[in-house]
């Protein structure tokens, strides 16, 4: 069965600094792996999404993650964060054959302090 | 740019009422996914279409329906609800046969709906 796991419920860190948000999954076969935000009251947005080839992936708003295999890991990086940043980031797994079937993670609520 | 609409975007019902949650499509769109993210929950699949069939189906209760319209519309429509029906109910529409890495699912904002 598959399975995301994000091991940080919450995380506060100060403007500027870099962040490191943590996923783990578990599938079968060759996952699809994205990065959704999720401001307050807002829908989900695409960060980025891994499908194949490079295993470091560019998104929007200066996140990038890099996928590793031997770990089963897709971790969110941005080395400066802004105010604007703080909200709820989900990992998610899908399978090839239904891309909008998604397996999300429980989520990371990420606090940005002055 | 278009994005998925959903609406209403909040709505209140009582115990055993029904409700009727409504999604457009980014247009040109042909499929729609519907999931349900309870209060301090991820969101869960509920249910897809495709051309206005049923593409997959996850963990939608038998009290809930959907379909989806010639226009690509979708709507969902809940029955006897339940004060665990309370959620964030999302919709995302994407475009078929484009290859993942040439397209993705927009979600709208979300139908907040409370039962009391």
């Known amino acids: 069965a598959q399975s995301v796991t994000q091991p940080d419920i919450h995380i506060t860190v100060s403007e500027g600094a870099s962040l490191e948000l943590r996923c783990n999954y578990s599938?079968?076969?060759?996952?699809?792996l994205f990065w959704y935000v999720q401001s307050p009251g807002q829908g989900l947005q695409l960060l980025l999404k891994y499908f194949s080839g490079d295993t470091l992936v560019q998104g929007i708003k200066g996140f990038e993650a890099e996928f590793k295999r031997s770990q089963s890991s897709f971790n969110l990086r941005k080395p400066s964060v802004h105010w604007s940043d703080a909200a709820e980031y989900f990992c998610?797994?899908?399978?090839?054959?239904?891309?909008?079937?998604?397996?999300f993670g429980a989520g990371t609520q990420v606090v940005v302090t002055p | 740019a278009a994005g998925v609409i959903q609406s209403p975007r909040h709505l209140i019902k009582e115990k055993r009422e029904t409700a009727t949650l409504k999604c457009y499509p980014i247009?040109?769109?042909?499929?729609v996914y519907w999931y349900q993210q309870g209060p301090g929950q991820d969101p869960q699949f509920l249910i897809s279409?495709?051309?206005?069939?049923?593409?997959d189906k996850g963990s939608i209760p038998d009290r809930f329906s959907a379909q989806q319209f010639s226009d690509y519309h979708s709507e969902l429509n809940m029955s006897s609800l339940e004060l665990g029906d309370s959620a964030l109910y999302f919709c995302?529409?994407?475009?078929?046969?484009?290859?993942?890495?040439?397209?993705?699912?927009?979600f709208g904002q979300g139908t907040r709906l409370t039962v009391v």
């Open positions: 998610a797994v899908g399978p090839i054959d239904s891309w909008g079937k998604l397996q």
């Open positions: 995302a529409s994407s475009l078929a046969g484009q290859g993942p890495s040439n397209t993705e699912a927009f």
């Open positions: 247009p040109r769109h042909d499929t």
């Open positions: 599938y079968g076969a060759t996952p699809y």
């Open positions: 279409f495709y051309e206005k069939m049923q593409s």
